[in-house]
DNA sequence: CGGGTTTGACCAGCGC
DNA sequence: GCGCTGGTCAAACCCG
């Protein structure tokens, strides 16, 4: 009903200056990525996944890594990849960036497992730092590759935008120093009771997202969540929901929606970090857990069934919490993983609802030319 | 009754 | 300056 409602308001919402602004943000995107520069010819980063005997497999979109090394990233061989995102440095206008937008840098890594290798091995750097937009085998899954807005260009590595990255380093400072949740609270109260100070923008910590393809909005990833707000967004019939974590002092925030080209898919974004241990841990929790600081731990330590799943198994059942992980000028990306008792993971994770098969951009709208 | 959700209103930032 | 949009607040409401 109340969707029915934003679906009406929100269809009629497309106009010319709209499109000129979503071509802005395209432009903005790819001056921060400078994604055509990426090196579709190198082959070693182009490994194709391993043939597996699952259909899903079959269907497995193909998407991009953005690493910040020349490391590449593991090879594909997982029905349901993660695809975190992107991670936007600090001083990104909330608004100015859709999480659609947000995606647009996909990243590509075959397994949860090879994930936390790769992101354990490759620490994405805040600011200074040479970031490689990789290529995963687009061509071996044309089906998918449309979406994908491939470089096509050979140049194999391009430098961040210094300003957006280095906005988003002085997040990391801060959430470094302990006075993260006194800044956000005194952020948050100023800004209904108090004038916001002008000239000094609202500080972002880093976001991270990804997608997913669930049939509920609101994956559970261990931790509780309390939505505090649903917005509708523009050009698109879903809302956004707004959920922030109710542990006490604990300010991070997620943004789930729906994507609007694919209602099958959510894109969920993170933003902060946990400063707890989270409350829900299921027995056999594996992967990633947080320490006392809240920041996780990277580690790719896995207990690997036996199974075909071998390299993939506990992806499917994975539940990512997103932890930041940061140190003086870098930062990663993890995830914890929960495990839950399955003979067959992924039919497991459809039974519950739970991340799902963990889909591509295709919800993107397709880039527009340059 | 406590905790979570809904929802209208407000604010900030940005583009025109 | 105005309009648009994203993000947030908080009162009202719901639910166990």
Redesign the pocket.
């Known amino acids: 009903m ?1 969707e029915m409602k934003e679906n009406n308001n929100i269809s009629s ?1 497309c ?1 010319n ?2 499109e ?2 979503e071509e ?1 943000k395209e432009l903005t995107r790819t001056t921060i990525l400078k994604r055509e520069n990426f090196d579709m010819a190198n082959s070693s980063f182009i490994t194709p996944p391993p043939a597996t005997t699952t259909s899903d497999i079959d269907q497995m979109p193909s998407v991009y890594a953005l690493s910040t090394t020349a490391t590449p990233p593991p090879p594909l061989n997982s029905i349901f990849d993660m695809m975190p995102c992107d991670i936007i440095g600090g001083d990104q ?4 960036l ?1 999480f659609i937008d947000l995606l647009d840098i996909n990243q590509d890594f075959g397994t949860a497992a090879s994930l936390f290798d790769w992101f354990a091995q490759n620490p994405i750097v805040g600011s200074q730092q040479q970031q490689t937009f990789v290529p995963s085998p687009a061509s071996t899954l044309p089906e998918t590759s449309e979406v994908l807005n491939n470089p096509a260009t050979p140049n194999s590595s391009a430098s961040i935008s210094s300003s957006s990255n280095e906005a988003g380093n002085d997040a990391f400072q801060q959430v470094k120093t302990g006075d993260q949740e006194e800044e956000q609270d005194h952020d ?2 100023k ?3 108090k ?2 100070k ?1 000239n ?3 500080q972002r910590e880093p976001r991270f997202a990804f997608m997913t393809k669930s049939e509920v909005d ?1 994956l559970d990833d261990g931790f ?11 050009n698109s019939p879903y809302p ?4 922030r974590c ?1 542990s006490a002092g604990c300010g991070v ?1 997620k ?1 789930v929606e729906r994507s609007s080209d694919d209602s099958s898919i959510v894109v969920t974004t993170y933003e902060g970090q946990h400063i707890h241990p989270s409350p829900i841990t299921p027995r056999g929790s594996i992967g990633i857990l947080t320490d006392s600081t809240g920041f996780g731990a990277a580690t790719s330590s896995f207990v690997i069934p036996q199974t075909q799943y071998q390299q993939h198994a506990y992806m499917y059942s994975s539940s990512p919490s997103l932890n930041i992980t940061t140190s003086n000028t870098s930062f990663s990306p993890t995830f914890s993983f929960h495990q839950r008792r399955s003979d067959s993971p992924a039919s497991l994770l459809r039974d519950h609802g739970l991340l799902q098969d963990i889909v591509p951009s295709q919800m993107r709208k397709e880039p527009k030319e340059e």
């Open positions: 109340n919402v106009t200056s709209m000129k602004r802005k206008k909330a608004g100015s859709g948050k109260t800004k209904q009771l004038p916001k002008k000094q923008k609202r609101h509780r969540w309390r939505k505090y707000g649903q917005k509708a967004v523009k956004r929901s707004y959920y109710t925030k943004r």
